[in-house]
């Protein structure tokens, strides 16, 4: 195929690795009603979106959207994980070209661009301490895995004599978890507060004296 096909081939095509039929149809709808979720979620935050919405963006009927997600809870859960997906790469890479700090000071630049997405995380993470409830596990894995790939570019960048070596990364990488929560949660409640410029100040405190 060549490059000219690959841009002319249907979307649900590309995104299901080039597989046609069924499944690439099945596919290639779940990733359309899953952008279309983002979406409103993005715009309207948890409260304000409804699955039908949704299903109406994407052209496809309630029943169908649930075929798809089972659930209002597994769709909210789909969608934050292609936000992990998303964010994830992003960070890796600023972490190895400009620092860990660094690379948390544009995450939360770019989260406040989207404030139904951070309403939408707010909102469920506290939920989901419940351990019945659907997304208990994802926060269990979000939040660890956060703090393993954040302590690894701090001790990193302590060898590079980037940041202070008397503290333990580990410790720093939770604390700086639980300072972006708290931070989210006083942005929702007051959309004036700088999450950028407070994030900036506790890493000042980073630096080596």
Known sequence: MTAHDQAAAP?????????????AKTAGRREEILDA????????GLRGSSLREIAERV???????LHHFGSKDQLLIA???????????VIERLMSERGVMDAVVENVRESATTRGIVALHT??????TDPDHPANLFFREHYHG???????GIARDQALGRLRDDVAPLVVARQLSALLDGLQVQWLLDPDL???AEVEAFAALLLPR
Request: hydrophobic share 35%; no cysteine; proline share 4%.
């Open 11 to 23: 979307a649900a095509t590309r995104r299901s690795g080039g597989k046609r039929g069924p499944y």
């Open 37 to 44: 979720a983002f979406d409103v979620f993005a715009q309207q």
């Open 59 to 65: 052209g496809v009927s309630h029943t169908s959207l």
């Open 79 to 89: 969608v934050l994980q292609r936000r992990r997906e998303v964010q994830t790469p």
């Open 123 to 128: 909102t469920v993470a506290a939920e989901s």
């Open 146 to 152: 956060y703090a393993q790939t954040i302590s690894a």
């Open 194 to 196: 700088d999450m950028v």
